[in-house]
């Protein structure tokens, strides 16, 4: 599984310095992504996330998590995501509107 870092392109020197800022609005909400900062470590990326991303809206929590870090699947691999079997009849609208759906999605992966 590549490294984020390799598939946006990024050096990985680069990537060590950069850091991806997860904040918490509430203690029931969810971490949201909310930007990236570049830091030296992971103390100075959350004194300077701390700065730029909860100095105006109240937050309970911060994440850091340095690019380089991060494993993603590759774009190419997009069809492991296919569910395998057809439960189309989960998804609401009519049957047409789904058949018309999954038509255009067929031809958007050729």
């Known amino acids: 599984m590549p490294a984020l870092p390799d598939l946006l392109g990024m050096a990985a020197d680069q990537a060590a310095r950069i850091y991806a800022v997860f904040r918490q ?8 992504h909310v930007g ?3 830091a030296t470590d992971a103390e100075m990326a959350l004194v300077l996330a701390k700065e730029q991303f909860a100095r105006r809206d109240p937050c309970v929590n911060l994440w850091v998590v340095s690019l380089r870090d991060i494993a993603a699947t590759a774009y190419d691999d997009a069809d492991l995501f296919e569910p395998s079997t057809d439960k189309s009849y989960r998804f609401g609208g009519s049957y047409r509107e ?5 038509r255009a999605r067929r031809r958007e992966s050729r």
């Open 98 to 102: 789904q058949q018309r759906i999954m």
């Open 25 to 32: 609005d509430t203690k029931i909400d969810p971490h949201v």
């Open 36 to 38: 990236e900062v570049q």
